[in-house]
Structure formats: structure tokens, C-alpha cells
């Protein structure tokens, strides 16, 4: 699902409320920007920019998929969830990744905890049959502390993952320092480090041969100033940002 889940929380609380009568298109723009505005930054406008053809075409590609179907009631559409719709949105919305939006993860465990008995109910409406085995898939769906512990172990990965960069850029910073100092070339050093430490650009183009292609000033600055200065100013900077995440996560558990 390529939609922002603001669509997706909105579609779910806009079915919760729209009970057997469905829900209408202006229904699911004013959750979705209800949503948007509790994790927005800066204080420019009410809400992010949600115009009526990304509604229209979200609501397309829900009827599409048979996680949605569309009723006309008083000469304007009228939406219900199916089934199948309910499972799929809440699962996309619990099993993704909100490292990058990290505001986000706090949103969807608040909207766990206010819609959860919602959900259920309208996952039951949704089918005509509600077994055993699909309690059990949404009781796990709906679990806020199963929730929280993905996106913890994900920011822990995430935390050991820039901490090993931190010291992969100190250490060529002072190997390239070493390596000068004894009146080793720059294609020695640049060697040197792409052979000994990881690149984590594109592993499509050799580390040595983007190094190359500087101007001979810029690699060494690179490989010294700008690498001690990346782990220090922004891979640092990041994993106390992650560190503070961790412990908010971790104080909502239970």
C-alpha cells in the first residue's frame, strides 16, 4: 500500500463511525487530515496538503483490491470495508517500518489504543463468518505491545547499525591521517579504505571509484575532515535522536 497512512488510519476511523450506513469521501479526508495535523510541524496551515483526487483515487484503489465496496445513496457514494480491507490496512499500518517518521510510530500506537475495539467490531460486521483463527491474526494485529516491540527492535538495529558507521568514520579518519603521515599516496589511501571498511551508498558503484573522481584536495578532505565530521555532527546526532525514541517507546509498553 503506496497511500500515507493517514488515508489508512482515516479509512479505518471513518468505518468505525460510519457503522451500516458507510462512509463518504469527505468522511475520510477529515480524519485523514485530523490525523496529519496531530504530527505536523511547523504551524504553517491546519493539516498536510489532502486534495480530493488522492481521496478519490485511494478510495479507488481500495474498491479495486475488494478491500472496499461502493454503494450510491442520495446521488454520492457511500463506502464500506470489507473484510479482507479491515485485516489488510491494519496489517500494512502495524507491520510497517516508522524509523523515518518516528512521530508517526507514536500516532499509530495512540490510534491503537482509541480505535482498537472499533476495529474489532467492524472487522466482525465485515463477514459473515469471524473464526477462531481470524480473532486470533487481529487480537495480534491490535496488540499495542506487540506493536511497540517490532519498532524497538528496529530502532535498536538501527542505533547498532550507525554506532558501527561512527566508528568505521573515526577509524578512517585516522588511518588516512596514519597513511599521509608516513608519505603514502592518495590512491593508497583511498585503497586502503575501500577495502577495509563498508560502503553503505550504492553498492552498484565501487567505493574507490567514486573517491577517484574527486578533485585530489576534496577526497583527502573527505576521507579525513568530512568523515570525522559526518560520524560527529550527523550519524551522532541521529542515534540520540533514536536513543531518546527508544525509551518513549519503551515507557508505553504495558
Same mark, same amino acid.
Given at each position: 500500500?503506496?497511500?500515507?497512512?493517514?488515508?489508512?488510519?482515516?479509512?479505518?476511523?471513518?468505518?468505525?463511525?460510519?457503522?451500516?450506513?458507510?462512509?463518504?469521501?469527505?468522511?475520510?479526508?477529515?480524519?485523514?487530515?485530523?490525523?496529519?495535523?496531530?504530527?505536523? $510541524?511547523?504551524?504553517?496551515?491546519?493539516?498536510?496538503?489532502?486534495?480530493?483526487?488522492?481521496?478519490?483515487?485511494? $478510495?479507488?484503489?481500495?474498491?479495486?483490491?475488494?478491500?472496499?465496496?461502493?454503494?450510491?445513496?442520495?446521488?454520492?457514494?457511500?463506502?464500506?470495508?470489507?473484510?479482507?480491507?479491515?485485516?489488510?490496512?491494519?496489517?500494512?499500518?502495524?507491520?510497517?517500518?516508522? #524509523?523515518?517518521?518516528?512521530?508517526?510510530?507514536?500516532?499509530?500506537?495512540?490510534?491503537?489504543?482509541?480505535?482498537?475495539?472499533?476495529? &474489532?467490531?467492524?472487522?466482525?460486521?465485515?463477514?459473515?463468518?469471524?473464526?477462531?483463527?481470524?480473532?486470533?491474526?487481529?487480537?495480534? #494485529?491490535?496488540?499495542?505491545?506487540?506493536?511497540?516491540?517490532?519498532?524497538?527492535?528496529?530502532?535498536?538495529?538501527?542505533?547498532?547499525?550507525?554506532?558501527?558507521?561512527?566508528?568505521?568514520?573515526?577509524?578512517?579518519?585516522?588511518?588516512? &591521517?596514519?597513511? $599521509?603521515?608516513?608519505?603514502?599516496?592518495?590512491?593508497?589511501?583511498?585503497?586502503?579504505?575501500?577495502?577495509?571498511?563498508?560502503?553503505?551508498?550504492?553498492?552498484? &558503484?565501487?567505493?574507490?571509484?567514486?573517491?577517484?573522481?574527486?578533485?585530489?584536495?576534496?577526497?583527502?578532505?573527505?576521507?579525513?575532515?568530512?568523515?570525522?565530521?559526518?560520524?560527529?555532527?550527523?550519524?551522532?546526532?541521529?542515534?540520540?535522536? #533514536?536513543?531518546?525514541?527508544?525509551?518513549?517507546?519503551?515507557?508505553?509498553?504495558?
Amino acid at each position: 500500500m503506496h497511500h500515507p497512512i493517514f488515508f489508512l488510519m482515516g479509512a479505518l476511523a471513518a468505518q468505525t463511525t460510519g457503522a451500516s450506513t458507510g462512509f463518504r469521501q469527505k468522511d475520510l479526508r477529515f480524519y485523514a487530515e485530523l490525523f496529519s495535523n496531530w504530527v505536523q $510541524l511547523g504551524g504553517v496551515g491546519a493539516t498536510h496538503a489532502i486534495h480530493n483526487t488522492q481521496v478519490m483515487r485511494f $478510495l479507488r484503489d481500495l474498491v479495486r483490491d475488494h478491500h472496499a465496496r461502493a454503494t450510491r445513496k442520495l446521488s454520492q457514494p457511500f463506502y464500506n470495508l470489507t473484510r479482507a480491507g479491515v485485516f489488510a490496512i491494519t496489517s500494512h499500518l502495524v507491520s510497517r517500518s516508522y #524509523l523515518e517518521e518516528r512521530s508517526h510510530c507514536i500516532l499509530m500506537w495512540y490510534f491503537l489504543k482509541s480505535y482498537e475495539h472499533q476495529i &474489532r467490531e467492524s472487522m466482525q460486521r465485515a463477514g459473515s463468518e469471524f473464526s477462531r483463527a481470524h480473532q486470533i491474526e487481529m487480537e495480534q #494485529l491490535l496488540d499495542r505491545d506487540r506493536f511497540l516491540h517490532r519498532q524497538i527492535q528496529l530502532v535498536r538495529h538501527e542505533i547498532e547499525r550507525l554506532k558501527g558507521r561512527i566508528v568505521c568514520a573515526y577509524d578512517i579518519d585516522r588511518d588516512v &591521517r596514519a597513511l $599521509l603521515s608516513t608519505g603514502s599516496s592518495l590512491a593508497a589511501c583511498i585503497e586502503h579504505v575501500a577495502s577495509h571498511y563498508p560502503y553503505e551508498l550504492n553498492p552498484q &558503484r565501487p567505493f574507490a571509484e567514486t573517491l577517484q573522481e574527486l578533485p585530489p584536495a576534496v577526497c583527502e578532505w573527505e576521507i579525513t575532515v568530512g568523515s570525522r565530521l559526518r560520524a560527529q555532527h550527523l550519524f551522532d546526532s541521529v542515534v540520540e535522536s #533514536l536513543e531518546h525514541h527508544e525509551r518513549r517507546l519503551c515507557s508505553l509498553v504495558g
